[in-house]
């Protein structure tokens, strides 16, 4: 770490990522972490609300008393589901904090969360005033309904969200596809296979297809086969396959364009073999973006990171997060949070807590420039 005073509270900090990390709340559970930390908010004097999404899940909204917002922080409290539920808890190995959603994102959120803090304490009636909000909200490992949520309600046209990103700056951001395959057939004793087609054989060929396509036409692609499964009736032919394909695609990739290219790939395997019953169906589509490297609030990061002796090299997030949708709804998103991309939703997740300590300071010090010069930001 930088030598450098630190306006937050580590030790605070770290008690906080303790706590966090070993309550479980995956995507649908999150009722005792949002419980806790309402609780925790309240204690220390924060005006938290909550804003329910359905029965009993609720985001945590820290805003402003009267207003408008002009920045929020915005971090996720669901984490995937546990590889190992005897095993998901903190734990520490030197700087390393270990534990299921360290990295995405519990480590940033705690850091957002003592930004925040150490913000009212030392500016308590510039802080209440402000035009800055915190939101942890609900959900982004599944269908982002607690984003969703929060956008109905509250507006704010900047955000910067603590996915891991080891603290380089994304001003951009893939879109994604999420594709929904299947194969159809008629179910016969398996010792009939010959005699007709096996839609898992179908579906298999028509997968070799749509990665043929992205590898050729689309290499800057990411392209995933998440699940491939058939109707399991025992010792016969299935008369039914399917698959699910994540597709995440640069900022400025052409999504119509490439939507429309993956059903000319059907249409061709449809022409080559008549007989396949096949369906392609876009389940969920998020446009990418792409913000430029300039403007009020990059430029006050960029002077922050100056302070902090840390580089700035903005990088595309490779991921699909709440930031999808939030500059669906007209928000201005920017990625900044402790921790690698490829720890997430991996066995042994960690990340640095040095690293969430700069995070917590670098979240200070821009709420800061917002609160401190309002006139700034009208």
Wanted: negative net charge; contains cysteine.
């Amino acid at each position: 770490m930088p030598d450098l005073a630190l306006a937050i509270q580590p030790q605070r900090l770290r008690n906080l990522m303790r706590r966090l990390i070993d309550i479980y709340s995956p995507s649908g559970k999150e009722e005792e972490v949002v419980d806790y930390l309402h609780g925790y908010l309240k204690r220390h004097g924060l005006p938290v609300v909550r804003q329910e999404v359905d029965d009993g899940r609720d985001n945590l909204v820290v805003a402003p008393s009267h207003g408008d917002i002009h920045l929020a922080l915005i971090g996720h409290l669901d984490t995937v589901t546990a590889y190992d539920l005897e095993d998901f808890g903190f734990d520490e190995e030197g700087d390393r904090v270990i534990g299921l959603g360290s990295a995405d994102m519990k480590g940033g959120c705690a850091a957002m969360v003592e930004a925040f803090l150490s913000l009212w304490e030392s500016q308590p009636e510039v802080a209440s005033n402000g035009k800055v909000a915190l939101a942890l909200v609900v959900g982004e490992e599944e269908d982002g309904d607690g984003a969703q949520r929060l956008v109905k309600e509250f507006h704010f046209p900047w955000a910067i969200i603590g996915e891991p990103t080891e603290l380089k700056p994304c001003l951009s951001h893939y879109g994604y596809l999420e594709i929904h395959v299947t194969t159809r057939g008629q179910r016969k004793h398996a010792s009939l296979a010959n005699k007709g087609d096996n839609p898992i054989k179908a579906m298999l060929h028509l997968l070799l297809q749509i990665s043929n396509y992205i590898e050729c036409r689309r290499p800057e692609a990411v392209y995933n086969i998440r699940e491939l499964t058939s109707s399991q009736a025992g010792f016969v032919v299935p008369d039914r396959c399917e698959a699910w394909l994540d597709n995440h695609l640069p900022p400025t990739a052409p999504v119509g364009e490439i939507m429309l290219e993956l059903e000319e790939v059907l249409l061709q395997e449809r022409q080559n073999n008549p007989q396949m019953d096949a369906a392609l169906r876009f389940a969920t589509m998020h446009a990418g973006y792409e913000l430029p490297d300039k403007g009020l609030l990059v430029e006050a990061l960029r002077a922050a990171y100056g302070r902090l002796a840390l580089p700035w090299e903005p990088l595309p997030f490779r991921s699909h997060s709440d930031a999808n949708l939030l500059w669906a709804a007209g928000v201005k998103p920017i990625i900044i949070g402790p921790g690698q991309l490829e720890q997430a939703h991996a066995p042994g997740e960690s990340l640095s807590f040095q690293q969430v300590c700069l995070a917590a300071q670098l979240y200070y010090d821009i709420l800061t420039e917002v609160v401190s010069h309002p006139e700034k930001w009208v």
